[in-house]
């Protein structure tokens, strides 16, 4: 889909965040980006990432939005009529293409793809649902940026954490208190999630060194 006519967004700086990382590998090409708390700016260090990957990588970089929030990047964005994630997962009746969902966002280096407009009701996210359309996104992308929902805000989170090539862990610098951020983190590593680094917001942000080596 032509962004034509999604709202501009401007991207806060990467020196404004800071992913650090010490185990992140060549093979990381799925991430998830989720909080210990609503508010820590899980979309920006998203959108900050995403911007990044495209800019080093010579292959194309998409940025999914699976947050829940009322303020998530599709509406913030003006896109929350068109058809998205959840679209594509629970949509069986007429299930749209990817094509038809990515939106090409003339104010961004990367794509798209929307929260979505179907209402999935009672239906859950598990991981046979979701597995089959990750798959599909690293076929077509060189990377794969997921903005998700904070670790105990809701249930999607936990599997989609498990789905991912690495899991990172955004914290506000000085205002998440370190007790929760490990709570967070040890919640994620139960349920069988790689968490492979962290963001501090508002510290200086610092590329992972994979990155270069093997953009």
């Not at 700086?13 to 609503?38: G, K, M, W, Y």
């Not at 998203?46 to 990047?73: C, F, I, P, R, Y």
């Not at 955004?170 to 951020?181: F, G, K, L, M, P």
Request: charge should be neutral; aromatic fraction near 6%; hydrophobic fraction near 40%.
């Amino acid at each position: 889909m032509d962004g034509s006519t999604a709202k501009s967004l401007s991207i806060v700086s990467p020196s404004e965040s800071n992913l650090t990382s010490t185990v992140l590998d060549q093979n990381l090409r799925i991430l998830f980006l989720t909080a210990a708390n609503p508010g820590a700016g899980t979309t920006t260090s998203a959108l900050a990432l995403a911007s990044q990957l495209a800019k080093m990588s010579s292959g194309l970089v998409l940025l999914v939005d699976t947050s829940q929030s009322e303020t998530n990047l599709t509406q913030q964005l003006g896109l929350s009529k068109e058809r998205g994630f959840r679209d594509l997962l629970f949509n069986t009746q007429s299930p749209p293409l990817l094509q038809d969902c990515v939106v090409d966002v003339s104010s961004l280096p990367f794509h798209v793809l929307p929260f979505g407009r179907y209402s999935r009701g009672k239906e859950h996210l598990t991981p046979e649902r979701l597995s089959p359309l990750l798959d599909q996104l690293g076929i077509q992308y060189r990377f794969v940026v997921i903005d998700g929902d904070a670790v105990y805000s809701a249930s999607d989170t936990l599997v989609i954490s498990t789905q991912v090539d690495g899991v990172v862990l955004v914290v506000r610098a000085e205002d998440t208190r370190w007790e929760v951020a490990q709570a967070a983190a040890q919640r994620l590593s139960q349920a069988g999630a790689k968490l492979v680094g962290s963001v501090f917001n508002r510290r200086k942000y610092y590329m992972p060194e994979w990155l270069y080596k093997n953009l």
